[in-house]
């Protein structure tokens, strides 16, 4: 149930809602956006069935590998080496990241531009591999500004891969919208090989209602990837706010166009192997930018990746002799354990079900977890309930947290592969087909937490500081291996 | 999730999002620009609501980024934000006891803004607890008591002003 049940209101409760109740939507209004969205066609599920595995997934997995790849580096040759390991055979291209082999790869030779009834749409950049490609186009001319536009852009903005088989494999990746600027990136299959290869928005409906042109076609020229196309590397660190609760946070780079900066940020947590994002909900915890004289770099747009690329913000144009104060007020932590080999072959807590039990029972766990210094979680005891059977797994915590996920594994809790349940109120619970005999493996998998030090994070800057970005840094942070902490 | 499912939760929700919207950008027009940015964008990323797994929460986080968006806009380009008289947003012209309404209603006005939004999403959006608790990243109990709190506090101050 999502709704409030209104019988449960007390008469005063009943007075707020009755002062506060606004004027229903128009059915005349409703019907329409309700034909509006029966009238969008389906066709993004069946982009989806073509594809083996979602991109999120493919970079899910991407990432998990290259940590587990730096984790086993670290171990062998020790953290102070493995950066300048893993960048002396790393290359890094737009929207594509690392690649070990520049041969195997290519590029735009040179932006191209089609303008039509005062819309231009220019093909700024293209990366591509053996593995996928990364294309990015702008659109000029826009005449409206409302996201309603560009909303239907998103949606209807097709690209057309190989002129001769539609093949809807595009994949929208994200948008930067700067006033007259909508920049649209996606993801492809590999084109360097590609034969008769063009790329097509094959129509942009609802912009001037229905009255702009219908294709926008582009025939890429691909050269090999050289050396200068790659984005420079950074292993000098970077700026860094006070440690609070062992996170920092740090400005990882910014990026300019004659119109706005834009910054890209994260908080670091000690492990950086784990997901952070600022505070959402009605609170909102925005970062502040302030120059000298305390103008307000107020945040137009905010773009997240992973924990290790951070944030994107967009801001309006800094100048370079300026010096800047950001703050950010507070951050909610998202804790994942991510390690495969932890989730499913050490779990930290085994429930052993051979002896004798009858309901009520109680195992003694008495264990604290520390799942990111200096967090950590604490596990009282497991409770075996009946009608229906089930386990209670009672924990509590050192700070108050916002909710947390387990995982288990186990033969005898049918509910319990590997799927995390979650749960707030200091009690877990397990659903089990029958009364148990075998194991119970338990562990964490997730948990959130707000954290509000009493002046936040702040970080003193001017941009000639920072590493300067080539491109939209959405996805092509470098990887800084962290420091060690006791 | 598939059109005929969507097209279910649009029935069940296109009023509480609407009605939320309004409370907040206190223009009709602006609110059914902003419901229907909403539901175009809850269409649009539907594979992620998978993910996420409750809809009304998402629903109302779209739309809550929506509003915000819509006052960065205005912001951005100086706009004034124009909101119409009370007359046409608010239901209460035919209530008994419109006049206490109408001060209750100035009482809530002066609460600070999170409080303000935790007023709309229980009592004009209508949302349990649950829900509430995720939108906000709280967990349910603390929006409950919260609110219980809010509404404590809220009715003490009414009856002083009353007086």
Redesign the interface.
């Known amino acids: 149930?999502?709704?409030?049940?209104?019988n449960s209101l007390?008469p005063?409760?009943e007075?707020?809602?009755?002062?506060?109740?606004?004027?229903?939507?128009p059915e005349d209004?409703?019907q329409t956006?309700?034909s509006?969205?029966?009238s969008?066609p389906?066709s993004?599920?069946m982009a989806?069935n073509l594809r083996l595995k979602?991109p999120k997934m493919r970079w899910a997995v991407a990432g998990i590998s290259l940590a587990l790849i730096a984790v086993i580096v670290v171990f062998a040759i020790g953290p102070k080496k493995v950066w300048a390991e893993i960048s002396s055979f790393l290359q890094r291209l737009p929207g594509v990241g690392n690649v070990e082999d520049l041969g195997e790869s290519c590029v735009l030779a040179k932006p191209m531009s089609i303008t039509q009834e005062g819309y231009t749409i220019t093909l700024e950049a293209l990366s591509s591999t053996d593995k996928k490609s990364w294309v990015r186009f702008s659109l000029d001319g826009w005449q409206g500004?409302?996201?309603?536009y560009y909303?239907?852009i998103?949606?209807f903005g097709k690209l057309q891969y190989n002129i001769d088989t539609i093949k809807p494999q595009s994949t929208f990746v994200g948008d930067i919208y700067q006033s007259e600027l909508l920049y649209l990136e996606y993801e492809l299959p590999p084109v360097c090989h590609a034969k008769d290869f063009r790329l097509a928005f094959l129509s942009l409906p609802a912009s001037k209602q229905n009255m702009a042109p219908e294709v926008w076609e582009f025939e890429p020229k691909l050269r090999a990837a050289q050396k200068e196309d790659t984005l420079p590397k950074n292993d000098q660190g970077f700026l860094s706010s006070e440690e609070h609760e062992g996170i920092t946070m740090q400005i990882l780079a910014y990026y300019e166009t004659p119109k706005f900066t834009g910054l890209s940020y994260r908080f670091q947590t000690p492990s950086l192997r784990n997901s952070v994002s600022l505070?959402?909900?009605?609170?909102?915890s925005n970062p502040m930018i302030v120059d000298s004289e305390g103008n307000n770099y107020?945040e137009?747009d905010r773009r997240s990746a992973s924990s290790h690329f951070g944030y994107f913000s967009m801001v309006n144009k800094m100048p370079h002799d300026e010096s800047f104060h950001l703050n950010s007020p507070s951050m909610?932590l998202y804790w994942n354990e991510l390690d495969f080999e932890i989730l499913e072959n050490k779990a930290p807590i085994t429930i052993d079900f051979s002896a004798n039990f009858e309901k009520g029972h109680e195992w003694k766990l008495d264990f604290w977890y520390e799942y990111d210094y200096p967090h950590k979680i604490y596990f009282d005891k497991v409770v075996y309930r009946e009608s229906p059977p089930h386990l209670e797994v009672h924990y509590g915590t050192d700070n108050d947290i916002?909710?947390i996920q387990l995982y288990c594994f186990s033969d005898v809790a049918p509910l319990c592969k590997g799927c995390p349940y979650s749960s707030?109120?200091g009690v877990f619970r397990i659903g089990l087909a029958e009364k148990p005999s075998g194991q119970l493996k338990l562990g964490l998998y997730s948990v959130?937490r707000?954290i509000e030090p009493p002046e936040g994070w702040t970080i003193d800057f001017t941009l000639d500081e920072l590493p300067k970005a080539e491109w939209l840094p959405l996805y092509d942070v470098p990887y800084i291996v962290p420091e060690q902490r006791p | 999730m598939r059109k005929a499912e969507l097209n279910e939760f649009y029935d069940e929700w296109i009023q509480a999002i609407y009605r939320y919207t309004l409370s907040r950008v206190k223009h009709v027009d602006d609110a059914q620009d902003i419901t229907s940015q909403t539901f175009l964008s809850a269409w649009q990323n539907r594979e992620r609501y998978q993910e996420r797994g409750e809809f009304a929460a998402w629903l109302f986080s779209i739309a809550r980024n929506k509003i915000k968006d819509h006052f960065r806009q205005a912001q951005r380009k100086q706009n004034r934000i124009q909101t119409l008289g009370d007359d046409e947003i608010y239901k209460l012209s035919a209530e008994p006891q419109h006049e206490t309404l109408i001060a209750l209603r100035q009482v809530i006005s002066t609460l600070s803004e999170k409080d303000q939004e935790l007023i709309r999403l229980r009592y004009v959006a209508g949302l349990d607890f649950a829900t509430i608790a995720k939108i906000s990243r709280r967990s349910p109990a603390a929006c409950r008591k919260a609110c219980s709190r809010l509404v404590a506090k809220l009715k003490a101050h009414f009856e002083q002003e009353q007086e």
């Open positions: 149930m999502t709704k409030l049940n209104t007390n005063f409760e007075k707020i809602s009755l002062a506060i109740q606004v004027k229903d939507a209004f409703t956006l309700k509006q969205l029966e969008i389906e993004k599920e989806q979602s500004d409302r996201d309603f909303m239907m998103r949606e505070l959402g909900g009605w609170n909102p107020y137009q909610m916002n909710y707030t109120e959130s707000e």
